[in-house]
């Protein structure tokens, strides 16, 4: 427990909890526990997860295949095209994701979350997306657990569709490290949560995170990746380096 780094929190004027996961020692630290083990819809985080599913039932061929965003008007203007995976991702078209999860239907959802051990394992019964409305949730620790054994390719999934999905969300490197990541944005509870989900790879190990904070206002979208990189500067996880900000995507 690291609840002296609440203050982290405090300074951007948002509450939120943090959960890191040494995947090689099994350590585990949080920050605000009791929020880091609240579950939450996982909102965009869950397409890291949902790729692995696509690519496992053949709902799409591969990360380049060019997918159908289906036609109406979405919240985003640069959602209303069709694109491969790789770049929905990179983006966090919601279109694109809702068209994967209709081939690959509500059955098929929850064996692959069963399977993958993903929070509450639930889909619904409706075709509305499940990650950004529920019922699907999960918490901070969970989301650090699961990444860390994509992270490993330890998954009960291909090798290949794991190293895939890795690629997908491999943010940056630098001086000894790699980052890899995804946002989220569930704009149905009251307030908004926001996400971001991933892991570091440094020095041969494996350091899987997860943050979520509440989304009062619009701006607080943008605090989400600064606070969770000066928590990781802060647990000798990453390097200090200037903010990382994140727009409405997801």
């Not at 790729?51 to 060019?66: H, Y």
């Not at 997860?210 to 701006?219: F, M, P, Q, S």
């Amino acid at each position: 427990m690291r609840d002296d780094l609440r203050d982290v929190f405090r300074r951007a004027g948002v509450s939120g909890g943090f959960a890191l996961l040494d995947a090689d020692r099994g350590r585990r630290t949080v920050v605000d526990g009791k929020r880091a083990g609240e579950r939450r819809m996982p909102a965009s985080t869950f397409k890291i997860p949902h790729s692995l599913i696509a690519l496992e039932t053949g709902a799409v061929r591969d990360a380049d295949e060019v997918i159908p965003y289906g036609g109406r008007p979405q919240r985003l203007d640069r959602w209303e095209r069709d694109m491969s995976m790789r770049d929905a991702i990179r983006i966090s078209n919601v279109a694109v994701y809702e068209t994967l999860a209709r081939r690959i239907g509500l059955d098929r959802e929850k064996r692959w979350l069963d399977r993958l051990a993903y929070g509450d394992r639930e889909v619904g019964t409706e075709t509305r997306p499940f990650w950004l409305h529920g019922p699907l949730e999960i918490s901070a620790t969970e989301q650090a657990a699961f990444l860390a054994r994509l992270a490993r390719g330890t998954l009960p999934a291909s090798a290949g569709h794991q190293r895939t999905v890795r690629e997908l969300v491999r943010m940056e490197e630098g001086n000894g490290y790699a980052l890899f990541g995804k946002t989220g944005w569930a704009d149905g509870p009251t307030p908004d949560v926001g996400w971001w989900a991933g892991w570091v790879e440094r020095g041969g190990r494996v350091y899987s995170f997860a943050l979520t904070i509440d989304i009062v206002e619009d701006a607080d979208a943008r605090k989400r990746v600064p606070i969770a990189r000066e928590l990781l500067a802060r647990l000798g996880v990453l390097p200090h380096s200037g903010p990382l900000g994140s727009g409405r995507a997801g």
